[in-house]
């Protein structure tokens, strides 16, 4: 007697997965995933070199740093705002554990220091943007300028090149994941990935990002502290780009003008992701897809030897097609859904039939 409710639930679960399915693999997102893999696949193609364990691991490494940085760029984007300042912070960060490693501090000790400088960048932006009430793009023009010029007066002209730093955390940015080529840092790569999907899609928090994005006086309505996410969005900003620039440390060298252009290749990627620009739209899966799109072009372009002049022209027309696309996008959509509409709307009677004589009763 109980069987037939039973079998009724297990189909209704399946429709519903088979739906969400659906919906993910139709959706830009889907759509997107797919472009890179098709992006891949080519490059793998005609590509000398490109698919082997070496190029994955390069790869994998370069794209890290805009990955990383793209997680807390998404929640800003989304809310409307914008961070022009990353790479100057990691470039400051850079520079602070170079320069107190050759001064003979413990390397952990310098990195920690690092990181709290990213913080405390991170923290200026946010009580200017939040606080004060200045216009984001505005105040990270500024402070873009402000900590390039700070790493500029700590190094000067000078370089920490990668091999000052201890063997050990040389050999853990270098370590490979058995003869796959992918980096061990990826793990936590994934799981930095995995915590902030969570965070903007399934918790309360991530649902406020969209409702100040799509509008701060109805969000502010509702209960949502507008000033205090912005800036917690900034420290978080400012955390990671202390993260990066401890990797980058490790990965290249201490210079001032380390990560010069990685806040386009940033704004980029993560635009081309499918986060809208205006606020209100957008999506870890898609922010990260983007990053790792234009990764494969960049590297691919690089194997082929074509020169680092053109790569710029590619990430700067990969910007303009991130902003103009969605609205292209978004007007198809509209197109089709007002012709589905349309379609299942009554016709309207034909002009002739109204317009017939009456048959005059006798």
Not at 5 to 25: D, K, N, Q
Not at 64 to 87: F, H, N, Q
Not at 113 to 127: D, E, K, R, S, T
Request: proline share 4%.
């Amino acid at each position: 007697m109980t069987s037939a409710p039973t079998a009724t639930f297990t189909i209704t679960e399946e429709t519903r997965v088979r739906t969400g399915l659906s919906r993910l693999l139709l959706s830009r997102d889907g759509l997107f995933v797919a472009v890179l893999l098709l992006l891949v696949l080519v490059a793998c193609l005609f590509v000398p070199r490109f698919a082997s364990p070496v190029t994955t691991g390069y790869l994998l490494l370069n794209a890290m740093p805009a990955l990383l940085i793209a997680l807390p760029m998404t929640l800003i984007i989304i809310t409307g705002e914008i961070d022009l300042s990353v790479a100057s912070i990691v470039a400051m960060s850079t520079v602070t554990v170079g320069t107190l490693t050759t001064a003979g501090w413990p390397f952990g000790a310098a990195a920690a220091a690092a990181i709290v400088v990213g913080l405390i960048a991170g923290a200026v932006n946010g009580v200017l943007i939040a606080f004060v009430g200045l216009p984001s793009l505005a105040v990270t023009i500024g402070t873009l300028a402000l900590f390039r010029g700070l790493a500029l007066v700590v190094i000067g002209d000078r370089s920490v090149s990668a091999s000052s730093y201890p063997d050990a955390a040389i050999e853990l940015v270098g370590a490979k994941l058995g003869g796959t080529g992918i980096p061990v840092l990826a793990i936590a790569v994934a799981a930095a990935v995995a915590i902030f999907a969570i965070v903007l899609h399934a918790t309360p928090f991530g649902r406020g990002l969209f409702a100040v994005g799509y509008s701060k006086e109805a969000a502010r309505f509702v209960g949502i502290r507008v000033p205090r996410v912005k800036f917690v969005l900034y420290v978080l900003s400012g955390l990671m780009c202390g993260v990066v620039g401890v990797f980058w440390a490790l990965s290249y060298s201490a210079r001032s003008d380390s990560a010069s252009g990685l806040e386009l290749t940033v704004i980029a990627a993560v635009l081309l992701g499918g986060v809208s620009i205006f606020g209100g739209r957008g999506s870890i899966l898609g922010a990260v897809t983007g990053v790792l799109v234009i990764a494969v072009v960049t590297y691919a372009m690089r194997l082929q030897r074509i020169p680092d002049v053109t790569l710029v022209i590619v990430t700067g027309a990969l910007l303009i097609v991130s902003v103009v696309g969605p609205s292209i996008f978004a007007a198809v959509r509209r197109s089709l859904h007002v012709r589905r509409v349309q379609r299942t709307l009554p016709r309207p009677a034909r002009a002739g039939a109204e317009n017939a004589p009456h048959r005059r009763l006798t």
